[in-house]
């Protein structure tokens, strides 16, 4: 397990998602964040970038899943994420935060969110 890890904040979209009838016609805003643990030692001291996690892959990897909607649920995006960036080279562990501000909710919201956080091998329950 490593404490480096490589974080990409903030990133938005405007996708279809969430459960109502005007959620599956209208895309609305949705922000992500995905952090990836593994060891930048090896770079870091060689500053070379034969072991390097290229953050535009990272990039790519939320995008092509955000891409892919419509999205009933926050929880599966993330899922579906967090397991792509899990196959990716010297990823040990992986969080994936998403974000959505126009939330269904009768009252002040700045946004609800949905963070899930895996590992490499972990058991699916």
Do not use: N, W
Request: charged fraction near 25%; aromatic fraction near 4%; charge should be negative.
């Amino acid at each position: 397990m490593h404490g480096d890890a490589i974080s990409l904040r903030g990133m938005r979209f405007h996708t279809l998602v969430g459960l109502l009838p005007h959620e599956e016609k209208f895309p609305q805003p949705l922000e992500l964040d995905v952090t990836a643990y593994l060891s930048l030692r090896q770079v870091g001291e060689s500053d070379s970038t034969r072991m390097l996690l290229d953050y535009r892959h990272l990039y790519e990897i939320v995008a092509e899943a955000v891409g892919s909607s419509p999205h009933k649920l926050l929880e599966a995006l993330c899922e579906r994420i967090a397991a792509k960036v899990l196959a990716s080279d010297g990823v040990d562990r992986v969080r994936v935060a998403a974000r959505k501000p126009h939330a269904p909710i009768p009252g002040p919201l700045d946004f609800v969110e949905v963070v899930i956080e895996r590992e490499r091998g972990e058991p699916i329950p």
